[in-house]
Nanobody, 115 residues
Framework: QVQLVESGGGLVQPGGSLRLSCAAS????????MGWYRQAPGKQREVVAIFSSDGTANYATSVKGRFTIARDSAKNMVSLQMNSLKPEDTAVYYCHVNSLLKAYWGQGTQVTVSS
């Protein structure tokens, strides 16, 4: 089992920045995928940024150049730096990992971009 605890999020004006963090605990030695998804009201959950099993960072087209994902393997943490935020980035953001072919999700943290 893997437990994920997210922090960060909140309300920010368009053009602003936020940083999300996620700490993993439990059976972390077999984690091979780690990243972030989001779900806006009335929409399906979508990948935002994720480290694949080969360590490559992949981004959704809509966030490329604005968001940066980083991983601290020693601390079993992943973060998402979000810059130049837009109203369409408003969503609940979820930390996600895969471990031994099983998916784990954090509880979600709300990000609201509004003036």
């Amino acid at each position: 089992q893997v437990q994920l605890v997210e922090s960060g999020g909140g309300l920010v004006q368009p053009g602003g920045s936020l940083r999300l963090s996620c700490a993993a605990s439990g059976s972390v030695s077999r984690i091979n995928v780690m990243g972030w998804y989001r779900q806006a009201p009335g929409k399906q959950r979508e990948v935002v940024a994720i480290f694949s099993s080969d360590g490559t960072a992949n981004y959704a087209t809509s966030v490329k150049g604005r968001f940066t994902i980083a991983r601290d393997s020693a601390k079993n943490m992943v973060s998402l730096q979000m810059n130049s935020l837009k109203p369409e980035d408003t969503a609940v953001y979820y930390c996600h990992v895969n471990s031994l072919l099983k998916a784990y999700w954090g509880q979600g943290t709300q990000v609201t971009v509004s003036s």
